[in-house]
């Protein structure tokens, strides 16, 4: 066994591990910079879960990516450095991106920022800082972006430039298809989901984010592998797509029936604004996800 060869290895390792845990380090300056005009870390230190939640989905989303930067063939120690660090500043901009698109897109004109300091009246006369609902949907939307970064910056087959132009590309075509899947749900929901988010409704929050993260997950695996060529690749994506949209809203359909034969989704959410309820038909959804995307 040779001995060196594993030491030079894990050290390389650990280096390519340090420059992936300074990207979350630049985050969270730069999200202290944008959002100068209140203090994050004191909202967090005083139990504010909206921000610690749109914190911990930003942190998760480019740790999700640069797994997809640190996969694929080895060009080279020094060159694998020097692209992971353009892989990094890649993925924290297209996560800030997604923040936007997020706020003033998916939920229509919502300033999160400005939902992180609103106080809301709970039962009782009781006060709450920070609408966590709002905050569980941008997690759910890094983390989801997070898996499409990571898929379209995984495998081989194409050069360095083309696995860049393959990342924003399909960051862009992820984002549409996070707020078509968006605009499907509040379709088909017999509630106003939007609305309910507005409304610091947290189990509406977990719904819409678990669908976004599971479909996510199962674009990552449509766009993991080789390079093939960009026709090829965007046909498959939408091809997923659909594929992965229909899966869901179905089994979804289904969870909601045996899993709350007593009741329906739709009354867990609006009328007993059900948190557990939710987490468990969420992470039901998203774990047909990860078999899913594992298994096609």
Known sequence: MNYTAILISMGQGLCYALVSILFIFIA?????WRTKDFDDDRH?????????????????????????????????????????????????GCLFLSRFINDFIMMGHVNNDQECTRVFILGGGRTTTGNTALGIVEAGMYIATGFILNGSMSGGGGSFYQSLG??????????IVLLVLGLVYEMISSFHVRDEIKQNNPAAGIGLA?????????????????????VNDIVGFFVYTLFGIILLLGFSVLVDRFLLPTTN????????KNVAALVVVQATIIAVALIVAHAI
């Open 28 to 32: 969270k300056k730069l999200d202290d």
């Open 44 to 92: 967090i230190d005083d139990g504010n879960l909206c921000v610690g939640l749109r914190r911990a989905g930003l942190y998760l989303g480019i740790a999700i990516g640069m797994i997809g930067a640190l996969s694929g063939d080895s060009a080279g120690f020094q060159t694998d450095m020097l692209y992971l660090f353009v892989d990094g500043i890649l993925i924290t």
């Open 166 to 175: 393959s990342a924003l590309v399909f960051f862009v075509l992820g984002q």
């Open 210 to 230: 678990g669908i976004l993260v599971a479909l996510g997950i199962i674009l990552k695996s449509s766009l993991s592998g080789p390079f093939t060529g960009w």
């Open 265 to 272: 989704i739709a009354t867990e959410i609006k009328e007993d």
